[in-house]
């Protein structure tokens, strides 16, 4: 293996949504495959730079700052199974529908060969599909590392082509609930923005309205609180990050996601408006996003499959600190 091959080099800029981020926490945004442990020790090594030069992983980031990573990439030929907790909703013969948690990323990618998903599933499931290469058994789709909610993956080709198409042909029933930042004006309104990459930063996607593919979100508010609205969001398009795009877009970005405006994290002060206890820790601290909904056809049976997954712990307790809040 050369060297080009052991290693990948990429660069991110930082936006000014990303001003006063500590160094190591940009990283993880830019570098989404790997943990921020991991982008700690590298940047301590040199591996990661700010703007060509070594730093502390608790630099601050200020707008238009350059980052530059030399990171080992993923090892490639197969996966190795692996035993973990899986919250099913339903299972046959020819598919798995799941309740993902947050902290688990989907399938391997660069610098994240373990601890994966789809390691999870070869160990649950005695046969998974690989119409996607032997990195991505059973993956059909994919939710981002720290978004929660209803997945399916397919045990054979035939289930999985057969899901595929669903979500091409935008077959299938795609609900979102997120909590985002301010009062949404609006009790309901559709987002029809192109989204592609943005060019400062791999990882991240942005409205692009010359080169974009098209998106299609539909809102409908579910409750308002003072500074924040809880809402619930039907993608007619499978693009990526198009749920934090378009509430970013409508300057609503979603809670705790720091790579669209919506902040590291939300704690208990911020929203019963008084100063933050110097040990208070936070009530979340991934974006406040759950795929609630997911419902297709069996692709073997021909029957009507809906499923829902019930909100995680941490939105929980973000929504009963608002409601108390307000009573």
């Known amino acids: 293996m050369t060297d080009r091959e052991r290693f ?23 570098f989404p495959d790997y943990s921020r442990s991991f982008l700690q020790k590298a940047i301590r090594e040199g591996q990661v730079t700010l703007n060509g030069a070594a730093a502390k992983p608790s630099a601050p980031v200020e707008e238009g700052d350059k980052l530059l990573a030399r990171l ?3 090892d490639g030929g197969s996966l190795e199974p692996e035993r973990m907790t899986l919250d099913v909703l339903f299972e046959d013969e020819d598919l798995i529908v799941l309740n993902k948690p947050a902290n688990l990323v989907t399938h391997p990618a660069r610098g994240n060969a373990r601890g994966t998903l789809a390691n999870g599933l070869l160990f649950h499931c005695s046969t998974l599909s690989d119409a996607n ?23 054979t080709n035939a ?19 997120a909590l985002v930042r301010g009062r949404m004006e609006f009790d309901e309104g ?6 592609g990459r943005d060019p400062r930063m791999r990882e991240k996607m942005a409205v692009r309205p010359l080169d974009g593919r098209p998106a299609l979100s539909r809102y409908r508010v579910v409750e308002r609180f003072s500074r924040f609205t809880w809402v619930r969001v039907r993608l007619h398009t499978g693009r990526t990050h198009q749920v934090r795009v378009h509430m970013s877009a409508l300057k609503h970005p979603v809670v705790a996601d720091a790579m669209y405006g919506g902040g590291e994290a939300l704690w208990r002060a911020e929203i019963e408006g008084r100063k933050r206890a110097p040990d208070e820790k936070p009530l979340i601290e991934r974006q406040a996003l759950h795929a609630e909904e997911l419902a297709f056809v069996h692709p073997v049976t021909g029957a009507q499959m809906r499923f829902r997954a019930p909100l995680p712990q941490d939105l929980e307790q973000v929504l009963a600190a608002l409601r108390g809040a307000q009573g």
């Open 72 to 74: 080992p990439a993923l």
């Open 190 to 195: 559709e987002v029809s923005l192109p989204i």
């Open 159 to 177: 289930a999985h082509a057969g899901l595929a198409a669903q979500f091409h042909d935008r077959a299938t029933e795609k609900h979102y609930v």
């Open 8 to 30: 990948f080099e990429e660069s991110a800029t930082a936006g000014p949504e990303h001003a006063g981020l500590r160094l190591d926490r940009f990283a993880a945004l830019a």
């Open 133 to 155: 290469g032997p990195l991505r058994p059973g993956i059909v789709h994919r939710l981002d590392r720290n978004t929660t909610g209803v997945m399916v993956a397919a045990k």
